[in-house]
Each structure stands twice: as structure tokens, then as C-alpha cells.
């Protein structure tokens, strides 16, 4: 399948956002925006309209799980990848409450992520890298 997904990356980590960011591209992935903040994230959400959302949980202002519930809000149907660095239980919290909220979990993930797992990820959401293969 020959389809450019569309990738929104959102981390306050700049070098966690990115390394994302260089691993998607590097897996054939080009149709990426990366934002720092939820509240930039949701900006672009109307525009840019994302197929997948990789999400970190733990943000200042408005965290991972105030943003999914701020997406959800907005009807997004795409998938999403929550990402972070707390424990295990809290991220399968976050991943429970997300799709309470109606949102598809592609995946519920430590940090860092391996460029393997992320590609397993990105398949699994519906998307070929344009034009190659792993």
C-alpha cells in the first residue's frame, strides 16, 4: 500500500520530538507535523487533519490525557500512540481512558521508542511508507 499518512507528533521534549521525528522520516513517513505543546497541537488539528497522533502523556500546561480528551471532543476518529516516560500502570490508565473517550489506541508505549517498534506502529495504523518499504 502506497499511503502518506499523516503524522502529528506532540512531546515538550524537543530532542525526544525530535528523534521521532528523524526516525518516521527515516522509515519513509513525510507528511509529519511536530509540536511541543497540546495547545499548538490542537491548533493544527482543524488543518492538518492527522491520521495518527503520537502522544506524550507528560506535558506542562495540558497534559497527554487533557489533550486526548480535547481531540476526542473534536471527533477525531484517526489512530493514536501514547507515549511516556512514567510507569507502565499509568500509561495503560491513560491508554483505558482514552478509548472511554472513544479514541483508537494503536499503541500504549514506553519511552524511548525503537525505530522497530515504531514501524510495527505506523503499519498497524493503516500507512506504507510513500513510495518504500522498511
Not at 500512540?81 to 479514541?103: K, N, P, V, Y
Request: proline share 4%.
Amino acid at each position: 500500500m502506497n499511503y502518506a499518512l499523516r503524522i502529528l507528533l506532540l512531546d515538550d521534549d524537543a530532542f525526544m520530538l525530535d528523534m521521532l521525528s528523524d526516525m518516521i522520516a527515516g522509515l519513509g513517513y513525510a507528511n509529519v507535523h511536530a509540536a511541543t505543546d497540546a495547545r499548538s497541537a490542537l491548533k493544527v488539528l482543524p488543518t492538518f487533519k492527522p491520521d495518527l497522533l503520537v502522544c506524550d502523556l507528560s506535558m506542562p500546561e495540558m497534559d497527554g490525557i487533557e489533550f486526548l480528551r480535547a481531540v476526542a471532543e473534536r471527533g477525531f476518529a484517526g489512530g493514536v500512540i501514547l507515549l511516556s516516560g512514567m510507569d507502565s500502570g499509568i500509561l495503560r490508565a491513560a491508554e483505558t481512558l482514552a478509548m472511554a473517550q472513544g479514541l483508537t489506541i494503536v499503541g500504549a508505549c514506553s519511552k524511548p521508542l525503537s525505530r522497530a517498534a515504531l514501524a510495527d506502529l505506523l503499519e498497524v495504523a493503516g500507512g506504507s511508507p510513500a513510495g518504500g518499504t522498511r
